[in-house]
């Protein structure tokens, strides 16, 4: 009985000295958010939407009556963005080139104008691709490809295992799966297991220790479906401008920050003058391995 006094006053004490504590927001004009990233040879998508506070738990509201421009380096207008819905723009022609700066500028109205600039690095291709499999559902890829030594260089580079069958009536589906392990050291992201093994969609990494030399990078990829099905595995390496590097960095620290009440706050990069979000270019270096 004393036990249950004692927390009861407890409990009362406790109840007594909670106080609601209001956070005083700095009230600023919303700002256009920009969401871009694209690839040398494909079409240039873009996003608009505004900005809010940090405590705004909805979808932000898109913008949908911006103008927005394509700039070349010395930020005379080449090419202008059509706005197809949901704040999605897209940029039909031209589509960006390896080793090419491109700027952006976008309008609207109540809103500063917004400018950003961006690289589509030169394309690095893989020199080498080595397979082993790994039981009978695992397959081992061994890469390698030579770093630029004129330059700082940022990379990513995925695995996707594919397998594609016809429905009944004909129709041909094809299901994905984008995530991989590597036990590489010099990656600097993707969730650790106990045994050092790293699991992620794209893992990325800089020249940092390697320019100019040759990298190797080790990782497997599970398949599954089928057996009568279609199976391959698309291996890109991509070259990152810096300004996307840390942007893609930095988002998947954030990610990994949702939800972990002890996580330090992340502050997601942006490269976007007057405004938020990332306008960020790459250039991609693909190769398929089929399964038979």
Known sequence: ????????????????????????QEEKEPRIVVNSIFSAGDTIWI??????????????????????KLLDASDNEIASFTHVTDGNY???????????????????????SITASAETPSIISLSSIDTTFVGIDQLEFNLSFTDDAS??????????????WEDEEGNLDIAQSPYFSTKEV???????????TRYAMEFFFS?????????????????????????????????LSEDLYKYKLSYSKYLDAQGDFFAEPVQVYSNITDGFGIFGGSSTHRDTVWVE
């Open 207 to 239: 020249d940092n220790g390697f320019n100019g030399q040759t990298i190797n990078f080790t990782g497997r990829q599970y398949m599954w479906g089928d057996p009568e099905a279609l199976k391959f595995f698309v291996v890109g390496l991509k070259s």
């Open 151 to 164: 330059q700082d260089n940022y990379y990513g580079i995925s695995i996707v295992f594919n397998t594609a």
């Open 47 to 68: 996003n608009l939407s505004e900005s809010r506070d940090v405590l705004y738990n909805d979808i932000l509201p898109n913008i949908e009556n911006a103008t927005a």
């Open 90 to 112: 897209y940029c039909a022609d031209p589509t960006p080139v390896a080793s090419t700066t491109y700027g952006l500028r976008v309008e609207a109205a109540g809103f500063k």
């Open 186 to 196: 010099y990656v600097i992201n993707g969730d650790p297991d106990i045994d050092g």
């Open 1 to 24: 009985m004393k036990k249950l006094i004692v927390s009861f006053a407890a409990l009362v004490l406790f109840m007594a000295c909670e106080k609601e504590i209001p956070i005083k």
